[in-house]
Nanobody, 117 residues
Framework: QVQLVESGGGLVQPGGSLRLSCAAS????????MDWYRQAPGKQRELVAT???????NYVDSVKGRFTIARDNAKNTVYLQMNSLKPEDTAVYYC???????????WGQGTQVTVSS
């Protein structure tokens, strides 16, 4: 069982930055691939970024060059640095992992990001 707790959301003006954090419980964090998803009102949940246990990363096209996913295994934490934010980035952002065997489905509670002037 993995528990995930996000933090760092808020209200920011267009062009601004935010850093989201996701703290994971347990001692297996370093073996986990971690994801950030987002869900805007009236839209399906969307995979935004992934980082593997080895540190390889992947991004949805709409955030490439603006968002960076990173992990600190010593702190059991994954981050999403979001720069040059746009109103269309407004969503609830969720941390996720499928577990070591990638057959489970663990979600955080979500953190709201609102980009507005």
């Amino acid at each position: 069982q993995v528990q995930l707790v996000e933090s760092g959301g808020g209200l920011v003006q267009p062009g601004g930055s935010l850093r989201l954090s996701c703290a994971a419980s347990g001692s297996i964090f370093s073996f986990l691939a971690m994801d950030w998803y987002r869900q805007a009102p009236g839209k399906q949940r969307e995979l935004v970024a992934t980082i593997t246990s080895g540190g390889s990363t992947n991004y949805v096209d709409s955030v490439k060059g603006r968002f960076t996913i990173a992990r600190d295994n010593a702190k059991n934490t994954v981050y999403l640095q979001m720069n040059s934010l746009k109103p269309e980035d407004t969503a609830v952002y969720y941390c996720h992992t499928s577990g070591v065997r990638r057959i489970a489905d663990y979600w955080g509670q979500g953190t709201q990001v609102t980009v507005s002037s």
